[in-house]
């Protein structure tokens, strides 16, 4: 009996050993968090268009939602989840993958830093998570509640997050012309160099391409916008031309995370 029961026991362990070893180690699926990043870029202008209509208006940019008494928690949120996503993203080249670092460093940068004003009626500046400015109908600044001296580095902190978001926006532009359409690996292990891309490889450089043309057309009319006198800021056209960089952007990370079956190849 002790030795059927001992035979028991080292087939148990066996077994558990063999389990062990056969086990894969958890792995982030690098897909997912590409389409993870697109859907949340696709979503913050479409949730912030809904609280405008709650609100009863556009403000003048995406970015000035950060002051929005609820809407700012939401764009704060929703931007650091793109950029740990962005931060998390291991490419399939070592250049991809730095980049998204950098990328994903620049999204925490517009998060933290504010551009400047309120965008919309009202004198009540809050700087997350630094405090709070209070200014009256001149502009003047009349109140500070912060540990940091804001009333004087307000401005620095608005050129800060434009740097941000404009480098943000370069790299996003370089991934959809440069990055993303680059051929695969695998496909340039299985192929000569001079073939020509599967089908659904061409659909998805198209897909890349034109996210990339959107994002450009975006930033040049945001630079631009001094042109067109006050229809601009009547249009709330900076909002937008950033609604359609960000959905841009979305649409070329679920592209890449192969979100649509259609534009994943055969063997996926």
């Not at 460093?105 to 998570?129: D, H, V, W």
């Amino acid at each position: 009996m002790s030795l059927f029961l001992r035979q028991l026991q080292q087939n148990s362990i066996a077994r558990r050993h063999n389990a062990a070893s056969t086990t894969k180690p958890y792995t982030i699926s690098q897909k997912r968090l590409a389409s993870g990043v697109g859907v949340t870029a696709i979503g913050l202008p479409i949730v912030l268009l809904f609280s405008a209509w709650l609100e009863g208006g556009l403000r003048d940019s995406i970015s000035h939602y950060y002051y929005g008494n609820w809407q700012g928690g939401i764009f704060v949120a929703m931007l650091a989840f793109i950029g740990t996503f962005l931060i998390a993203y291991e490419g399939k080249f070592e250049q991809e993958t730095i980049l998204a670092r950098v990328a994903g460093t620049l999204t925490f940068g517009i998060a933290l830093f504010p551009t400047a004003g309120a965008g919309f009626e009202g004198s009540t500046r809050q700087f997350r998570p630094f405090g709070q400015l209070t200014t009256n109908p001149a502009g003047e600044w009349v109140e500070v509640s912060s540990f940091l001296p804001m009333d004087k580095i307000a401005d620095w902190v608005a050129w800060l997050h434009v740097a941000c978001a404009s480098g943000l926006f370069l790299f996003l532009m370089y991934y959809s012309f440069v990055i993303f359409p680059a051929v695969q690996l695998r496909q340039r292990e299985n192929r000569q160099a001079d073939a020509q891309p599967i089908f659904q490889k061409r659909l998805r450089n198209n897909m890349y391409y034109s996210t990339g043309f959107l994002i450009l057309t975006s930033m040049l009319a945001i630079a631009s916008q001094s042109l067109w006198g006050d229809m601009w800021n009547k249009n709330n056209l900076t909002f937008w031309f950033e609604a359609l960089a960000l959905v841009a952007f979305g649409v070329a990370w679920t592209t890449k995370g192969r979100l649509i079956r259609r534009l994943q190849d055969p063997d996926e």
